[in-house]
């Protein structure tokens, strides 16, 4: 008798011990099933249904940044995860001409070293009209200007950081990528939307999580 009482205690130890290790490696189980690194553009948009494909790449401290917001998205969600290390034939986006066309001079230092803003703007108007999710806030120095077309030392800009992407340029045959991480939503292999860099995400994930980029780089 007192036997099969230790065999059960064992055998309900063992139950238990089994149960908990399922429940820790069973998301981790799941989010690896969806770890499709060598994953190709055509793999991507010929998949059916509704699913999202995250791109990344190792020592990307904007990817780490929000690594535990996509985890926590990924157990909701069927969500792709891509090394672009590893991908092919992607576009790159043409940063300078986006820079021509979106930033926009918004200031200047004044002879006081104080910034003075246009059209009587201030802080909080500058936030309205360049939210954070979208523009961070520059005094273009000496080395600034001299690698951007346009820019001028001790002029204020809103640099705009969202890439502007047309239906041609989410298309498998033409992909562009701006950067990472990129999250792209996909439904029945079409673009329904992305969301880029690490804010961008973090405001669509609903996160607290902050940025890695400062709004007002004013230093």
């Known amino acids: 008798m007192?036997?099969?009482?230790?065999?059960?205690?064992?055998?309900?130890l063992l139950v238990m011990m089994f149960g908990c290790l399922f429940a820790y490696l069973w998301p981790k189980a799941k989010n690896e099933a969806f770890e499709t690194e060598g994953m190709d553009l055509e793999e991507i948009f010929t998949k059916k249904g509704h699913y999202y494909v995250y791109f990344y790449r190792g020592e990307c401290r904007y990817c780490t940044n929000i690594e535990v917001e996509?985890?926590?998205?990924?157990?909701?969600?069927?969500?792709?995860?891509?090394?672009?290390?590893?991908l092919n034939n992607t576009q790159e986006y043409d940063?300078?001409?986006?820079?021509?066309?979106?930033?926009?001079?918004?200031?200047?230092?004044?002879?006081?070293?104080?910034?003075?803003?246009?059209?009587?703007l201030n802080e909080k108007d500058v936030m309205e009209i360049f939210p954070p999710d979208n523009y961070y806030i520059i005094i273009?120095?000496?080395?600034?200007a001299a690698i951007h077309n346009g820019k001028e030392e001790g002029k204020v800009y809103a640099i705009s950081t969202h890439p502007f992407l047309n239906e041609d340029d989410l298309q498998v045959n033409n992909f562009v990528l701006p950067g990472v991480p990129m999250l792209v939503e996909f439904d029945n292999g079409k673009v329904m939307n992305y969301y880029f860099d690490d804010k961008e995400i973090l405001v669509f994930l609903n996160s607290d999580t902050k940025p890695i980029g400062k709004y007002w780089n004013l230093d």
């Open 140 to 144: 273009a120095t000496e080395g600034y």
């Open 70 to 86: 996509i985890d926590a998205f990924a157990n909701n969600v069927e969500l792709y995860r891509v090394n672009t290390e590893l």
């Open 95 to 120: 940063w300078e001409q986006h820079g021509a066309e979106f930033d926009v001079e918004i200031g200047r230092v004044g002879e006081n070293g104080n910034i003075e803003y246009y059209n009587n």
């Open 2 to 12: 007192k036997k099969k009482v230790i065999n059960l205690i064992i055998f309900v």
